[in-house]
């Protein structure tokens, strides 16, 4: 039928010129997962594919139904628009280890403090860049070689291509719909889970950003799945009582959502153990390292350290999230919850609840709170969020800390010889937390640290 409607060589044309495009998108989705993961899943190839397909279409279907130089500016800019994207998802994958959320510019103070970093990183990955870039300077070159020029019904064109367009659509549903039961699958993530690694990862970039798009404009909301965990018996010979708060659960039926409540009101608790109580009334100091690393442990050069890691609790199995560079690890070190794009941007405005909150809940047993950093206190408002979690003496540089807070980074160890006296000298118990400077990049002998600590 189209064959007829089109024309023969119309036709053609028309499907040259969509193995193209696909060709070209695929190219740059192949290039960016090769430079970023190092897997694929069968429904992974499948989605991608699908999505590519639709995408190239779409832009078939525009750059056939204008003048022969309209369709060409149409391609250039589509592909150039492309090489950014793709440029933008890789560079800040490899310099925050999370992928661009256009969310996330909510919380990009950050990224504009460290501009000369990032610049550095996109010399670095020219050579994926200049990979991206290849569709559009193929294009360019073979310019004459490309024949956009519609000379058949310019409207058949675009009635065949949107109903190509909307067949592909139903393809692609019918194939999200068959991972349907799934976790995690294309489908999940489509429809129940806003999880923008996996987004980019399973779905594709160009997929990622649409979906990132319209959630941002049209708001989205998660499918949350709950179990209450089934509780083993560690210890059957002791029998230990179960944590109960003090929460009235029957007076949040209809303020949270139905599977929340329900997962509350039926889970019975974690029973305590040999170690609860252990600790009660003994002082904490708590450490937040900005990009430690165990090349620093030595038993010869950093002894303390040394004997920190090596000595009490030592956690060989211990994971966390890495979400978002230093922000995301402080959520994570003081709330114990997993931090997303949402949270963070209305955490920082510092009227967030966390009765759970690490200091919060030390300050109900009586304790003095503690909090500082030797950086500015004004950088990503960890002057409001930290108050509001219950920190109620907080220093930092240029607010009441009083260190040299003019190099970079500044000093831990001056950190805490200017704050020590401060806490040890109260009768009370404390709760001190330090989020510390001195490891930050740039990591050259121009950094302070790393000057200081050359020999």
């Known amino acids: 039928m189209i064959l007829f409607i089109v024309g023969g060589g119309n036709l053609k044309r028309l499907a040259i010129s969509f193995l193209i495009n696909l060709e070209l998108l695929l190219w740059l989705e192949f290039v960016f997962q090769l430079a970023i993961f190092d897997s694929f899943e069968k429904s992974t190839v499948l989605s991608i594919l699908i999505f590519t397909i639709l995408i190239a279409l779409i832009i078939t279907t525009l750059t ?6 309209v369709n060409k500016i149409i391609t250039y800019v589509f592909y150039s628009i492309l090489i950014v994207l793709y440029g933008v998802q890789l560079v800040f994958k490899n310099f925050f280890n999370t992928f661009f959320s256009f969310s996330l510019l909510k919380i990009s103070d950050q990224a504009f403090d460290f501009a000369d970093q990032i610049f550095k990183l996109i010399w670095a990955n ?20 490309l024949n956009l020029n519609n000379n058949g019904n310019r409207i058949t064109t675009l009635i065949i291509g949107i109903i190509l367009i909307l067949l592909n659509c139903l393809v692609f549903i019918l194939f999200l719909n068959s991972q349907k039961d799934i976790y995690l699958s294309p489908y999940s993530l489509y429809y129940e889970v806003n999880e923008n690694e ?39 010979i002791i029998n230990y009582q179960y944590n109960i708060t003090d929460i009235d659960i029957e ?30 009334g003994k002082n904490l100091i708590y450490i937040v390292a900005e990009s430690f690393s165990e090349i ?30 230093t922000i995301g690890g402080e959520f ?8 997303n794009k949402a949270t ?11 009765p759970y909150g690490l200091s919060t809940i030390f300050k109900n047993e009586g304790y003095a709170t503690y909090a500082y950093h030797d950086h500015s206190g004004y950088f990503q408002d ?15 540089c240029k607010m009441g800390l009083n260190i040299d807070c003019d190099k970079w980074p500044e000093s831990d160890v001056e950190m805490i010889e200017a704050t020590f006296d401060e806490y040890m000298s109260n009768e009370q118990p404390f709760m001190t937390y330090y989020m510390t400077v001195s490891g930050h990049l740039n990591y050259n002998w121009y950094n302070s640290m790393a000057g200081k600590n050359k020999d």
């Open 332 to 339: 994570q070190a003081l709330t114990g919850l997993i931090p």
């Open 296 to 325: 620093a442990i030595d038993p010869q050069l950093t002894p303390t350290l040394y004997k920190l890691t090596n000595s009490g609790f030592v956690f060989n199995n211990f994971y966390t999230p890495n979400y978002l560079s």
């Open 198 to 236: 996996l987004n980019v990862q399973k779905l594709g970039v160009i997929n990622s950003y649409y979906l990132d798009i319209k959630r941002l404009i049209f708001g989205f909301d998660e499918k949350v799945k709950t179990e209450v965990p089934q509780e083993t018996e560690e210890n059957p």
């Open 64 to 69: 056939n139904v204008f003048s022969e130089k």
């Open 344 to 354: 963070l941007s209305t955490w920082r405005n510092g009227n967030n609840y966390f």
């Open 382 to 396: 960890r002057n409001k969020y930290l108050k509001a979690l219950g920190f109620d003496n907080f220093k930092a």
């Open 251 to 280: 007076s949040l039926k209809g303020v949270l959502d139905v599977d929340t409540y329900n997962y509350i009101a039926s889970n019975p608790g974690t029973r305590q153990n040999n170690y609860t109580g252990l600790f009660k």
């Open 126 to 145: 020219l050579g994926y860049i200049v990979l991206f870039a290849i569709p559009l300077i193929l294009l360019i070159i073979f310019r004459k070689k």
